[in-house]
């Protein structure tokens, strides 16, 4: 079965950074499109940021531009999301969501995704 897990949540102080991963087990990532996404209870879930299959195209949400930088490690199959300047309204659960792309390509977007990880706490708090 093919799995994304994401890791690197936690508590953080307003301010603070956390670098989240998104690590491919059984799959390459090579061909998938990433983005990121967070929901807080009573909310719908939101695109944070999306990066192409190869890296050379990525998307933010306004409300993390300037903040947040996605990046990608095909040779190691991981994608990362560094998140600075971490506001309270940041806190939620981050979900990473691969989507694959025909002719060796996925382009960058927050729709029709094809795997999910579980997802990682994200808890901005003084």
């Known amino acids: 079965q093919l799995q994304l897990v994401e890791s690197g949540g936690g508590l953080v102080q307003p301010g603070g950074s956390l670098r989240l991963s998104c690590a491919a087990s059984?799959?390459?990532?090579?061909?998938?499109?990433i983005g990121w996404f967070r929901q807080v209870p009573g909310k719908e879930r939101e695109g944070v940021s999306c990066?192409?299959?190869?890296?050379?195209?990525?998307n933010y949400a306004d409300s993390v531009k300037g903040r947040f930088t996605i990046s990608r490690d095909n040779a190691n199959n991981l994608v990362y999301l560094q998140m600075d300047s971490l506001k309270p309204e940041d806190t939620g659960v981050y979900y990473c969501a691969a989507q694959y792309g025909t002719r060796g390509y996925a382009r960058c977007g927050y729709f029709g995704m094809d795997y999910w990880g579980k997802g990682t706490l994200v808890y901005v708090s003084s």
């Open positions: 990066i192409s299959s190869n890296g050379a195209s990525t």
């Open positions: 059984r799959f390459t990532l090579d061909y998938y499109a």
